[in-house]
């Protein structure tokens, strides 16, 4: 498949930075250059060739511009033998924060970069984790379902002391 392949910084020409404007910009002009019905007049490879830039470009674009695509993407790069490399920390990406921490902006979220390992850095790394984690759907949806279970639980027993209650109001014992 071409996203195994291709990188989809390189397929649209822009740096790993490149911003939602930046890459709708690019995918645009691409996307004519490479588009099949521009191309139905060429040769059989031309149209071939053509149709693959196009859908490379269109495939890179889908990625790119969803904010979660582009951070799972850069992830599973990073994990399938990407390295960083100098391009990826440019001086404007870098964020310092208030634990004397060092921290880049790529895929649509800061991220700690890969040389600082002060204890400080490490928990806001962890606190940073379980954050995303807790805004999750499926974290929300846990809670919620914990919250029923617990609302019913507590009205089944409210209900049941008060028909103890009601069966027993005249008994003593």
Same mark, same amino acid.
């Given at each position: 498949?071409?996203?195994?392949?291709?990188?989809?910084?390189?397929? &649209?020409?822009?740096?790993?930075?490149?911003?939602?404007?930046? +890459?709708?910009?690019?995918? @645009?002009?691409? /996307? +004519?250059?490479?588009?099949?019905?521009?191309?139905?007049?060429?040769?059989?490879? /031309?149209?071939?060739?053509?149709?693959?830039?196009?859908?490379?470009?269109?495939?890179?674009?889908?990625?790119? +511009?969803?904010?979660?695509?582009?951070?799972? !993407?850069?992830?599973? @790069?990073? *994990?399938?033998?990407?390295?960083?490399?100098?391009?990826?920390?440019?001086?404007?990406?870098?964020?310092?924060?208030?634990?004397?921490?060092?921290?880049? !902006?790529?895929?649509?979220?800061?991220?700690?970069?890969?040389?600082?390992? %002060? %204890?400080?850095?490490?928990?806001?790394?962890?606190?940073?984790?379980?954050?995303?984690?807790?805004?999750? @759907?499926?974290?929300?949806?846990? &809670?919620?379902?914990?919250?029923?279970?617990?609302?019913?639980?507590?009205?089944?027993?409210?209900?049941?002391?008060?028909?103890? *209650?009601?069966?027993? %109001?005249?008994?003593?014992?």
């Amino acid at each position: 498949m071409a996203s195994a392949m291709a990188d989809h910084y390189k397929v &649209l020409g822009v740096t790993k930075a490149a911003s939602k404007q930046e +890459i709708k910009e690019a995918y @645009r002009k691409l /996307a +004519i250059q490479f588009h099949p019905d521009k191309h139905a007049q060429s040769s059989k490879s /031309a149209k071939d060739f053509a149709t693959l830039k196009f859908k490379q470009v269109s495939e890179a674009y889908e990625v790119l +511009i969803d904010e979660r695509k582009r951070a799972a !993407y850069n992830l599973s @790069r990073h *994990k399938n033998g990407g390295c960083y490399n100098s391009s990826d920390y440019t001086s404007s990406s870098y964020k310092s924060n208030n634990y004397g921490g060092n921290f880049y !902006y790529r895929g649509g979220s800061y991220h700690r970069h890969p040389n600082s390992s %002060s %204890s400080a850095n490490r928990f806001v790394s962890n606190l940073n984790a379980i954050l995303r984690y807790m805004t999750t @759907r499926s974290f929300v949806l846990h &809670l919620a379902f914990a919250g029923i279970l617990l609302g019913g639980t507590a009205a089944v027993d409210m209900s049941g002391e008060a028909l103890w *209650k009601m069966q027993n %109001s005249g008994v003593c014992y």
